[in-house]
């Protein structure tokens, strides 16, 4: 499938030939935002735009497979992450208005020993407000192991609850462990065959799954290694991600469930106007609903090891956005928002390329120490082979490139850092630059060096 950038016309064009202009620059924009990413390997995947049932900017940068030099195509699949955490809430959706669900159900109705479950119901976990851990954070090897969905919820069983339920917010996948476990109960059948029934069938999502074998065209995913370059991302077993974050889906096939909310075709407008209604902290219920310089969206972010997805949909504006990424180590949050600065006509910034130079291994040596980051983690700077690395603590050891005396950049990230001096010419501090936001970390004296 080709790149393609299509321009309303229609009346348009003879009635509003100014609007017609503007948008053909705020595409031309928004083209050469992301090449300048590409080509300085900060971004690769797939851009869509649909605005008034038209497909206004569809286009694909960078390559699905760097070994087999494969370039990217509008129809790659990508795995979108929690992004599937909508899919969920979906489902969960049409539950309610089946009768088979209420926002009173408890997670006890559902596994009765459950610690606490009794008090925590429908909206706290589609929400994030049940004060449940976060199952992720207690996996490490397991992480690439099968799970059975009540193996990963009985993860959280012996932990306390963060806060009491709907008093605070953090965002746990376990919430959608839970939610999945109830809808196979009540379908009696695997959670990716209830998708596939439920979402993926009635939105006509043709190239969309749970496993690689039931997609084509897939991209692999990459992030930026311990040599600085972009290598392939070990990927969770996907039945870790499970209801919270086990899908594979292209930029058309996120349209069409964009747009099936819209038309109702899986549930009501009611319906969707009670699940995209902020809870806490701008989430709603399954679905993230906040503005774009004052313009109101719903939809998710999603990340899997290689993977980066973004899906909004702007109901006021009749407009759709799509981005997917396979490119982990790229500045995702900062394209997120620049796509919308550009999109909404707001000042923005193509990012300038940085070139590495060449400095005496003297001049490199100056940097090498400790810099204090927090009371556990430090910043490890050294020289290895004539090539200078930082190590955070408990962390592997990443190469940085200088492109100035003094500034060093990352390959294939926003990540900048600055060494900053003293009048004696001596290292004192670095700052840290990552997606516009800088930290200053002080360098230890040579009585505080571990």
């Known amino acids: 499938m080709k790149n393609s950038i299509a321009i309303l016309f229609a009346a348009w064009v003879l009635s509003t030939p100014a609007f017609v202009a503007a948008q053909t620059t705020t595409f031309e924009n928004l083209n050469a935002y992301l090449e300048a ?80 479950g009794d008090e925590i119901n429908l909206i706290h976990l589609l929400s994030h407000t049940s004060g449940i851990v976060n199952y992720f954070a207690m996996l490490n090897e397991e992480l690439y192991v099968s799970h059975q969905p009540s193996e990963l919820i009985d993860y959280s069983r012996t932990h306390d609850l963060l806060f009491e339920p709907g008093e605070g917010w953090d965002y746990s996948n376990t919430n959608y462990a839970i939610l999945g476990y109830m809808l196979e109960h009540l379908h009696h059948k695997a959670f990716g065959d209830i998708l596939q029934e439920h979402i993926f069938t009635p939105c006509n999502m043709n190239n969309s799954g749970i496993h690689e074998s039931e997609v084509s065209n897939m991209a692999l995913g990459y992030e930026t290694g311990t040599d600085g370059e972009q290598v392939l991302s070990d990927l969770v077993h996907q039945s870790v991600a499970y209801a919270a974050g086990n899908v594979i889906s292209t930029s058309l096939d996120m349209l069409k469930f964009s747009k099936a909310l819209k038309h109702e075709t899986l549930f009501s407008s009611e319906t969707l106007a009670t699940f995209t209604t902020p809870v806490k902290n701008g989430y709603a219920l399954g679905f993230m609903s906040h503005h774009n310089h004052g313009n109101k969206y719903y939809g998710h972010n999603g990340g899997n090891p290689g993977y980066q997805a973004n899906w909004k949909n702007f109901p006021e504006d009749d407009m759709h956005v799509v981005i997917l990424c396979n490119a982990f180590s790229a500045p995702f949050g900062e394209i997120v928002a620049t796509v919308a600065d550009i999109l909404f006509d707001q000042p923005f910034e193509i990012p300038v390329a940085r070139y590495a130079i060449s400095l005496a291994p003297e001049q490199m040596a100056a940097f090498e120490g400790s810099y204090r980051v927090s009371e556990e983690m430090l910043f490890e700077v050294k020289l290895r082979d004539k090539q200078l690395t930082f190590q955070a603590t408990g962390q592997d050891a990443y190469p940085i490139f200088p492109y100035d005396q003094r500034h060093f950049f990352i390959k294939g990230t926003d990540i900048t850092v600055v060494f900053e001096e003293n009048g004696d010419k001596e290292i004192t501090a670095l700052v840290w630059t990552q997606s516009g936001h800088a930290s200053r970390f002080e360098k230890l004296d040579s009585t505080e060096q571990p």
Do not use: C, W
């Open 37 to 116: 990413l590409t080509e300085q390997e900060k971004f690769s995947g797939v851009v869509l735009v649909h605005k008034n049932d038209e497909d206004v900017f569809h286009r694909s940068y960078g390559l699905a497979s760097r070994e087999q030099q494969i370039s990217m195509e509008t129809d790659h699949a990508f795995r979108i992450g929690s992004v599937a955490k909508s899919f969920t809430a979906s489902l969960i959706a049409m539950e309610l208005e089946r009768g088979n669900l209420s926002f009173e159900t408890t997670v006890a109705d559902f596994i009765p020993d459950y610690p606490r």
